[in-house]
């Protein structure tokens, strides 16, 4: 092979793994190799015979490629001589220019300029590269398997075609795409019991989103905010960023307990549907109990409606915002934990006024979310998707929950557990002297991935015998064995 072969097969590397078609990957390296400058304006490029033989991959792939890139306007084709680069494409580039910057006193200190830092708080890490884990009981996470993959490209080439893309392409500054309000208000919200107007109605990023935005227009220092205890983290962590004191309130195996603290609060954060960790489900009588209470001592409710539509039991408690009557309730739901979680789609329901705010608010952070996104979900929720979809997962997750519940009784018949009534996820606990943030470490050595349960406590030394095993992204068969070695794992810290 001479040195000429050598170099364009490094500046072309193809890969018969990838996802990515060989035509797609040619197109893309050689116009990465452009944009570089590995290929100079007007450098001529190899014909179309000599580079797929090189290659090895057929002269069409390689003819089809260097079209596109013409069309692209990467490349010139030339009726006798081949491809050439253009060098109109890098026309707007800049070009790196050297100087000698020791005059300019070297670089800022960050230490110092930096006045809010949020790195150092508590939360769930996730590894990037989980699906290469054997055994991922990794919460939050999605089943690729149980994605309608057909269904949502159809709902995106509807959104693709001319008439929608005209409609969301355009800069909507702080408005929702009216397509997805409609179908929230018309289809997702009435599963839970709640039926509102459009005005009542925010699209976020997300739920996380959700609580960003209602924590920057409402918490102030000398706000006090219950949480529960063990709950989410980041709910704790957006209070602290903002100033508010933070209450946490014990749960139990019916969900946060109306204790008399809840009197010296100003609102309350609540999971009353599968509570995040610890996965109960708060019954109607404890949830009636909590509106009196907020009623009679004049705290506000925001409710994570979180894991609502994956019950196996049936029809699901009516959300806490389908029993408010006053408008003490702030409901915040979520389609990524439905549809994908890179989606990042959620949902506030509040009163208007609080939208008006929250809405400017929102504008001042991004706007609105993308409404290629919006209106896409949109389709697939008016064309039925969504709700097949439910039904998918509430009978894939019930099997794994099952298998879960059987694994931990044979191989684990010490741990703690109730088991689930629906959700993706099981909370679990081991006896005293077991260390779970060290099994966690040792069982992700041998590829085995779950969280640890002490970061949602909010404690100086939280208990280290709790752990939450998602079952949502993991494979059925990959079930049993993954627990036979956390069985392993655990015990052998005894």
Request: hydrophobic fraction near 40%; aromatic fraction near 8%; proline fraction near 6%.
């Amino acid at each position: 092979m001479s040195s000429k072969d050598a170099m364009w097969q490094q500046l072309l590397p193809l890969s018969r793994q990838s996802e990515v078609t060989l035509q797609g990957q040619l197109r893309r390296a050689i116009a990465r190799a452009v944009l570089n400058r590995q290929l100079a304006p007007g450098a001529a490029l190899l014909s179309s015979r000599r580079l797929a033989e090189m290659l090895k991959v057929g002269r069409n792939t390689v003819t089809s490629a260097y079209q596109l890139l013409v069309d692209d306007g990467y490349l010139i084709a030339h009726s006798r001589t081949g491809f050439s680069v253009n060098p109109e494409a890098l026309k707007n580039g800049a070009e790196a220019f050297n100087f000698d910057s020791s005059s300019f006193g070297g670089r800022p200190d960050w230490d110092k300029r930096i006045s809010s830092t949020t790195s150092h708080l508590s939360h769930v890490v996730k590894p990037a590269n989980w699906r290469s884990y054997r055994f991922p009981f990794v919460y939050g996470q999605f089943d690729p398997t149980l994605l309608p993959m057909a269904a949502w490209r159809e709902a995106s080439q509807m959104a693709l075609r001319s008439p929608s893309v005209q409609d969301w392409a355009g800069d909507w500054v702080d408005l929702d795409d009216p397509l997805l309000v409609e179908q929230i208000q018309q289809r997702i919200l009435p599963r839970r019991g709640i039926w509102t107007s459009p005005d009542r109605i925010l699209v976020t990023i997300g739920a996380q989103q959700a609580m960003y935005l209602l924590s920057a227009v409402l918490f102030t220092r000398a706000t006090t905010v219950a949480v529960e205890q063990p709950g989410y983290p980041d709910i704790r962590n957006i209070c602290s960023l903002f100033g508010a004191r933070v209450a946490g309130i014990p749960v139990d195996e019916h969900g946060l307990r109306p204790m008399r603290r809840l009197r010296h609060c100003n609102y309350v954060f609540v999971s009353p549907s599968h509570q995040n960790p610890a996965t109960v489900t708060m019954p109607l009588g404890r949830r009636i109990e909590l509106l009196q209470m907020a009623a009679q001592h004049d705290f506000v409710i925001i409710e994570d409606d979180y894991d609502s539509e994956l019950t196996f039991l049936g029809d699901a408690t009516p959300a806490l915002k389908a029993l408010d009557r006053d408008g003490r309730v702030i409901y915040v739901g979520s389609l990524s934990k439905t549809l994908a979680p890179g989606l990042r789609l959620g949902f506030l329901v509040a009163d208007p006024e609080l939208i008006v705010e929250l809405r400017a608010m929102r504008r001042l952070v991004i706007r609105h979310p993308p409404t290629n996104n919006q209106r896409t979900a949109a389709f697939f929720i008016a064309l039925g998707h969504y709700n097949t979809l439910i039904s998918r997962l509430v009978r894939a997750y019930r099997e794994r929950a099952e298998v879960v519940t059987q694994s931990l009784r044979t191989h684990l018949p010490e741990a703690v557990f109730q088991p689930p009534s629906g959700g993706s996820a099981m909370w679990v606990r081991v006896p005293d002297g077991i260390s779970i943030r060290q099994a966690a470490a040792k069982a992700a050595e041998q590829g085995l991935l779950f969280d640890s349960g002490h970061v949602f406590f909010d404690q100086d030394d939280p208990p280290d015998v709790f752990f939450r095993l998602a079952y949502s992204s993991i494979q059925l068969d990959a079930i049993e064995p993954g627990i036979r070695l956390l069985a392993e794992v655990v015990r052998s810290q005894l």
